[in-house]
């Protein structure tokens, strides 16, 4: 968020002053949606690498699933569940994608 808040420049939040905008207005309409706007794509990053390299994901969702399935087929157990967890993430990429563009589409 620091970056964010840095990106806006100053010149824009005297501006915001200059027109009599109250503190509250300036910081909300001048500097946090730009500041956030700059700063979300590093925020959805974040948010899916912390999904993906999550420990607890795979120590809850692998004995889950591969004890139901303790076959001779594991090759097959984990493909489906690598599978699903591709789709999950693919799923929550195209999500966070469509929330950013209708969030900051002004």
């Keep these: ?3 964010g ?3 806006v420049p100053h010149g824009q939040i005297e501006a915001g002053q200059a027109l009599g905008m109250h503190p509250a207005q300036v910081f ?3 500097e946090l949606k730009p500041a956030l706007k700059s700063a979300f794509p590093a925020l959805i990053n974040q ?3 912390l999904f993906l390299f999550s420990s607890v994901a795979s120590i809850i969702a692998l004995p889950e699933l591969t004890y ?3 076959t001779a087929r594991t090759f097959e157990v984990y493909l489906v569940t690598g599978a699903m967890y591709y789709i999950a993430c693919v799923a929550m990429i195209a999500g ?3 929330f950013e563009k209708k969030a900051f589409c002004w």
């Design 47 to 49: 948010y899916i690498m």
């Design 96 to 98: 966070l994608r469509l």
């Design 68 to 70: 139901v399935a303790m």
């Design 1 to 3: 968020f620091r970056a």
């Design 28 to 30: 909300t309409l001048v």
């Design 5 to 7: 808040f840095l990106s």
